[in-house]
Nanobody
C-alpha cells in the first residue's frame, strides 16, 4: 500500500503561482504513473494532470493547459505540480494519486488511480 502526502497549498492572488509536492512511500514509486486531481466546493473531483512512470509523457485537463506543469523526481519519490497564472476557478483541494497498474498508459480518469493523498487546499483570491 502506497502512502501519499501532499504539501505546498495555500492562499495566492490571481495571477500568482504555487508549487505542489506529493511525497510517496511504501511501493516502487518509479514504475507507476502519477496524477493530480482537484475538488472545488460543491463539485465533483476532476482530473488536472498526469505523468508517466518515466516522466516522458504527460496529460493535462484543457482548463490548465499552458498554465500548469506536472513533473516527477523518481530519486526523491516525489511528484510536483507547478501552477502558474492562477485563477479564482482554480480554488480547490488538490489530491495526488498513484495509478493502479505499473507501466501502463498515462491515465486521466479517477477509476484508474488506486491510492490517494489527503489533499492540500489551494485558494486563489480575486
Amino acid at each position: 500500500q502506497v502512502q501519499l502526502v501532499e504539501s505546498g497549498g495555500g492562499l495566492v492572488q490571481t495571477g500568482g503561482s504555487l508549487r505542489l509536492s506529493c511525497a510517496a512511500s511504501g511501493r516502487t514509486f518509479r514504475i507507476y504513473n502519477m496524477g493530480w486531481f482537484r475538488q472545488a466546493p460543491g463539485k465533483e473531483r476532476e482530473f488536472v494532470a498526469a505523468i508517466s512512470w518515466s516522466g516522458g509523457s504527460t496529460d493535462y485537463a484543457d482548463s490548465v493547459k499552458g498554465r500548469f506543469t506536472i513533473s516527477r523526481d523518481n530519486a526523491k519519490n516525489t511528484v510536483y505540480l507547478q501552477m502558474n497564472s492562477l485563477k479564482p476557478e482554480d480554488t480547490a483541494v488538490y489530491y495526488c494519486a498513484v495509478a493502479r497498474s505499473p507501466f501502463a498508459e498515462v491515465p486521466n480518469t479517477e477509476a484508474k488511480f488506486g491510492s490517494w493523498g489527503q489533499g492540500t487546499q489551494v485558494t486563489v483570491s480575486s
